[in-house]
């Protein structure tokens, strides 16, 4: 059972407000209306399923308000914000020109949570800089902040309509709409694997910078229950029990939840992060700085594929880097345009292509105790001066192919070199404690085999 409840309120626009809540007529006798109108749908939860909720349905600001807000006057929409009067309660806290646009989503009404916020419930709100969802939100429906064309900041605990969402619902995008508008920026999100049939385009404001996502990404033991046969057919145990695959990993930010966002310069991941995967940030042009937090095992295939402007990156804690994870980061290593930062990787494992034509590396140090860079992983890295293997290494065919700037090598710690490994190392002359055999390794180089 629903039902619906309009009422007025002091939107809680920064944290240290409190949410002032006062349910009456939207108009008072004299004609006073509220600033800003809150609409609430409660559903009446089943048994078993915990507490009745709320799901915020709507949220709209009066004709006075939108006055302030059409001339950018927002010293007067927070003075108006100030000032009790419609039955709407002002804060204690009082807003100023800032506080004003930092709207953050209500915990709760009527002492029960606010878990959904339905589809165009804040719709067309330009006055909105900052955009606060809280972890009690378990649920967004498609367009619920279509037309926010000035916002700047979002803060979500997960990407697209919930965790672990499904298809188009698991982008980024979804949560902005489809619906087109002057000041948004239309991106094609694709959202699973295929060629076609997996991809939607969502209009997502233009001014948006700043992501921070609050929820986990963790990966869970694989339970076996059952599994089939290349026909269908249960695949039985030696007890005559069939088994069942149930994964219950958790994913707050779904494979290619980001994909294509190039507005974006700046995403936060506050929870526990063990993995980022396939395809997650494909695309994001303008993405500048990213850090791996301490759960990060697992950068995934494509990850961070063609983010040209990511420069720094901290990798010291991350045990697996996939194929084309940073392919085509061409700023990643640069601090100025003629100044560069050693990067420091503790991966154990670099997949095929992970850093290839990333040209603003410099120096980079490995450091994990065993260490395996894949096929071309580092091809093409033409700035690249540098490197030091801190553990066992294998290097496969072609990893630093095309490295045209590196002169010297130490090869202590390497114990397999795979073909064209150096290949087109066209200024590489030193090569130290060569231990191993090295085939075609170096050709189209001045190698010459010192300190053996």
């Known amino acids: 059972m629903k039902k619906i409840i309009s009422i007025f309120a002091a939107a809680l626009f920064a944290s240290t407000l409190a949410f002032g809540i006062t349910a009456c007529n939207n108009e008072t006798a004299e004609g006073d209306t509220a600033p800003i109108t809150f609409n609430y749908e409660r559903t009446e939860a089943k048994d078993g399923e915990g507490t009745d909720f709320f799901t915020l349905t709507g949220v709209?600001?009066?004709?006075?308000?939108?006055?302030?807000?059409?001339?950018?006057?927002?010293?007067?929409?927070?003075?108006?914000?100030?000032t009790s009067k419609g039955g709407y309660t002002a804060p204690e806290t009082k807003y100023d020109k800032d506080t004003v646009r930092e709207f953050v989503i209500p915990a709760e009404y009527e002492n029960l949570p606010v878990?959904?916020?339905?589809?165009?419930?804040?719709?067309?709100?330009?006055?909105?800089?900052?955009?606060?969802?809280?972890?009690?939100?378990?649920?967004?429906?498609?367009?619920?902040?279509?037309?926010?064309?000035?916002?700047?900041?979002?803060?979500?605990p997960f990407v697209g309509g919930e965790v672990n969402a499904f298809n188009s619902a698991k982008s980024f995008g979804y949560i902005f709409g489809t619906t087109s508008l002057t000041g948004l920026t239309g991106v094609a999100q694709t959202y699973n694997d295929g060629a076609s049939g997996n991809s939607e385009t969502f209009y997502i404001p233009a001014t948006l910078k700043?992501?921070?996502?609050?929820?986990?990404?963790?990966?869970?033991?694989?339970?076996?229950?059952?599994?089939?046969?290349?026909d269908g057919k249960y695949v039985f145990t030696d007890d005559g029990e069939y088994t069942v695959t149930v994964d219950d990993s958790k994913y707050a930010v779904s494979p290619y939840a980001f994909y294509g966002c190039s507005m974006i310069t700046s995403v936060t991941l506050t929870g526990s992060v063990e993995t980022i995967g396939n395809y997650t940030f494909y695309g994001c042009t303008s993405l500048k700085e990213y850090i791996f937090g301490d759960?990060?095992?697992?950068?995934?295939?494509?990850?961070?594929?063609?983010?040209?402007?990511?420069?720094?990156?901290?990798?010291?804690?991350?045990?697996?880097?996939?194929?084309?994870?940073?392919?085509?980061?061409?700023?990643?290593?640069?601090?100025?345009?003629?100044?560069?930062?050693?990067?420091?990787?503790?991966?154990?494992?670099?997949?095929?292509?992970?850093?290839?034509?990333?040209?603003?590396?410099?120096?980079?140090?490995?450091?994990?105790?065993?260490?395996?860079?894949?096929?071309?992983?580092?091809?093409?890295?033409?700035?690249?001066?540098?490197?030091?293997?801190?553990?066992?290494?294998?290097?496969?065919?072609?990893?630093?192919?095309?490295?045209?700037?590196?002169?010297?090598?130490?090869?202590a710690n390497v114990e397999a070199i795979g073909d064209s490994a150096f290949y087109n190392c066209t200024n590489l002359k030193t090569v130290r404690n060569l231990k191993v055999s090295y085939g075609n390794a170096f050709e189209k180089t001045k190698f010459a085999e010192e300190d053996l």
């Open 210 to 230: 700043n992501v921070v996502v609050t929820g986990d990404n963790t990966v869970a033991e694989t339970e076996v229950k059952y599994d089939v046969d290349e």
């Open 295 to 411: 759960d990060t095992a697992t950068v995934g295939d494509h990850a961070f594929d063609g983010c040209t402007s990511l420069r720094n990156v901290d990798f010291n804690n991350v045990a697996t880097i996939g194929d084309y994870a940073f392919n085509g980061c061409t700023s990643l290593g640069k601090i100025y345009e003629t100044e560069f930062n050693d990067v420091t990787i503790g991966a154990e494992k670099i997949g095929e292509f992970a850093f290839n034509g990333c040209t603003s590396l410099d120096k980079v140090v490995f450091t994990a105790e065993t260490l395996e860079i894949g096929y071309a992983a580092f091809m093409g890295e033409t700035s690249l001066r540098e490197i030091e293997f801190g553990g066992k290494t294998i290097l496969k065919d072609f990893a630093f192919a095309g490295c045209t700037k590196m002169q010297a090598v130490d090869l």
């Open 115 to 156: 878990k959904e916020i339905a589809a165009e419930a804040i719709v067309n709100q330009t006055f909105i800089k900052k955009l606060v969802v809280g972890d009690n939100v378990k649920k967004i429906e498609k367009g619920a902040f279509s037309g926010l064309t000035e916002l700047e900041t979002v803060e979500l």
């Open 60 to 82: 709209t600001v009066s004709e006075e308000a939108k006055t302030f807000i059409d001339k950018n006057d927002y010293e007067g929409l927070a003075n108006l914000f100030n």
